[in-house]
């Protein structure tokens, strides 16, 4: 653990001190939820992400208007 997670482990202890029974408890158990979800869930997202296109269009089509809308700007010295 760095240091830097040290101190903010033992900033939120402090804070919690102050929190009823109950309200631990609560806080404990969506804290262990989220241990066993968080790295899934993350892994799931990032690997759904791969391919991702939000348009219906065909490939072929879709290089083709990309392609076709591309710009290209002369530099001073060409």
């Known amino acids: 653990m760095t240091v830097v997670n040290k101190n903010i482990v033992n900033t939120y202890s402090n804070l919690f001190e102050g929190l ?3 309200t631990r408890k609560k806080l404990i158990g969506h804290l262990t939820r989220s241990l066993s979800k968080l ?9 759904k992400s ?6 219906d ?5 879709l290089l083709s208007e990309i ?3 591309k710009a290209f700007r002369q530099t001073a010295g060409s």
């Open 50 to 55: 791969f391919g991702a296109f939000p348009n």
């Open 57 to 61: 269009k065909q490939v072929e089509p």
């Open 20 to 22: 009823d029974n109950m």
């Open 39 to 47: 790295p899934d869930a993350k892994e799931r997202a990032f690997y």
């Open 67 to 69: 392609k076709s809308s």
